[in-house]
C-alpha cells in the first residue's frame, strides 16, 4: 500500500522553472550591485590611494561624467515632469518639441557640465596637490633610552569616563580612511579645490542663476561649520534652527521693504501675495522708506478700490490731506 508523501512534489518543468528564475533574480541583483557601485562605495571600501598624476586625472576624468551623468538625469527628469503637467495647456502639435527640449534643451547641459566640471577639477586637484607638494611626515620612533619598567597609567574604563566626553567608534576602514586622509593631505588642500573648482563650475549656469546658486551654497557652508562647531566643542543652542529662521525671515522681508533690487523676482512676487496687500501700499512703504515721501498717484489708486473699509479709507484721506 502506498502511502502519500507530506511534501509538496514539484514537477521538472516548474523545478526548472523555479531554478531559473533564481538564477535570474541572483543576476538581476548583481546587476544592481555593480551598477550602485559605479555611483556610490561600497561599504567599508577604503578610499582610492593614486600614485602618480596620471592617476588623478583618470580617475577624476571618471568621477566627473559619473557626476555629469547623473546631473543630466535628474535636470532632464524633472523638466520632463514639468512639461507633462502643462501637456495640457500646450497645442498638440508642440507637445513632442516641448519634450525633446525638457530633455535635451540647454539646462539639461548646463547642468551637467556645472556637476561634472566640479567634481573633475575638485578630485584633480585634491588628489595631485599631495603629489606635487608632498608631506613629509615626522614620524615619532621610540626612544631607545626611554626605560620600558616605567609603570604605565592604564586607561580609563568605560565606567570613568564621564558621558559627555565619550566619542563614538568607528569601525576599522572608517579609522583607516580618516588616518589615511590626515596623511595624505592638509586642511588648505581641499579649501583649494573647493574654491577653484566651485569658480569654474559656476561659470557654466546662466548668469541669473549663479547669485542664487552662490547664495545657497554658502548657507550650506555656514550650516557644515555650525554643525563641525557644536560638534567639537560640544555647544547647543536650543531651537537655534527656528531662531535662525526667524532672523532669515526678518532679512527677508526688511530688504524686502526697503530695497528690491537685490532680491530674486521669485521672493518678491512670493512676499507681495502673502502679505495681501496692495502693491501700490507696498510701493508707498518702499517709498517711505527710501526718501520719506510717497507719490500720490499711488494713494488715489488704493483709494479707488472698492474693497477699501471706511476706517481705512478715512485715514488715507487724512493722510493725503496732509
Not at 517711505?288 to 488704493?302: H, P, R
Amino acid at each position: 500500500m502506498s502511502r502519500t508523501p507530506s511534501y509538496i512534489q514539484l514537477a521538472p518543468r516548474r523545478a526548472m522553472a523555479s531554478f531559473e528564475n533564481l538564477v535570474a533574480l541572483a543576476n538581476h541583483q548583481e546587476r544592481l550591485r555593480e551598477a550602485r557601485r559605479i555611483v556610490w562605495r561600497e561599504r567599508g571600501e577604503p578610499a582610492v590611494e593614486l600614485e602618480d598624476l596620471w592617476e588623478c586625472m583618470e580617475h577624476a576624468g571618471r568621477g566627473g561624467l559619473r557626476a555629469a551623468a547623473i546631473a543630466f538625469a535628474l535636470r532632464a527628469s524633472v523638466n520632463l515632469v514639468l512639461a507633462t503637467i502643462r501637456m495640457g495647456s500646450v497645442p498638440k502639435n508642440m507637445r513632442l518639441p516641448l519634450i525633446q527640449h525638457a530633455i535635451f534643451g540647454k539646462d539639461s547641459f548646463r547642468f551637467a557640465a556645472m556637476l561634472g566640471s566640479f567634481v573633475t577639477v575638485y578630485k584633480a586637484t585634491l588628489n595631485a596637490l599631495p603629489i606635487l607638494l608632498p608631506v613629509n611626515e615626522r614620524a615619532s620612533l621610540p626612544s631607545p633610552f626611554e626605560d620600558e619598567d616605567e609603570d604605565i597609567e592604564a586607561p580609563p574604563t568605560p565606567f570613568e569616563v564621564p558621558l559627555s566626553a565619550r566619542q563614538s567608534r568607528l569601525s576599522l576602514s572608517a579609522q583607516a580612511h580618516q588616518v589615511w586622509a590626515r596623511k595624505k593631505t592638509r586642511r588648505w588642500h581641499s579649501m583649494f579645490a573647493g574654491a577653484l573648482a566651485g569658480g569654474l563650475a559656476v561659470m557654466f549656469e546662466k548668469r541669473s542663476r549663479r547669485v542664487v546658486i552662490a547664495q545657497q551654497l554658502f548657507v550650506r557652508g555656514l550650516q557644515g561649520s555650525y554643525n563641525a562647531f557644536t560638534s567639537k566643542h560640544g555647544f547647543h543652542l536650543p531651537n537655534g534652527e527656528v531662531l535662525m529662521f526667524c532672523l532669515c525671515s526678518t532679512q527677508l522681508c526688511t530688504q524686502f521693504l526697503h530695497d528690491q533690487k537685490h532680491s530674486p523676482r521669485s521672493y518678491t512676487a512670493w512676499l507681495t501675495t502673502a502679505s495681501g496687500a496692495p502693491s501700490n501700499a507696498i510701493k508707498i512703504v518702499q517709498d517711505m522708506n527710501k526718501t520719506g515721501a510717497f507719490d500720490v498717484q499711488d494713494l488715489n489708486k488704493i483709494l479707488s478700490r472698492e474693497d477699501l473699509i471706511p476706517a481705512n479709507q478715512a485715514t488715507l484721506l487724512a493722510s493725503r490731506a496732509l
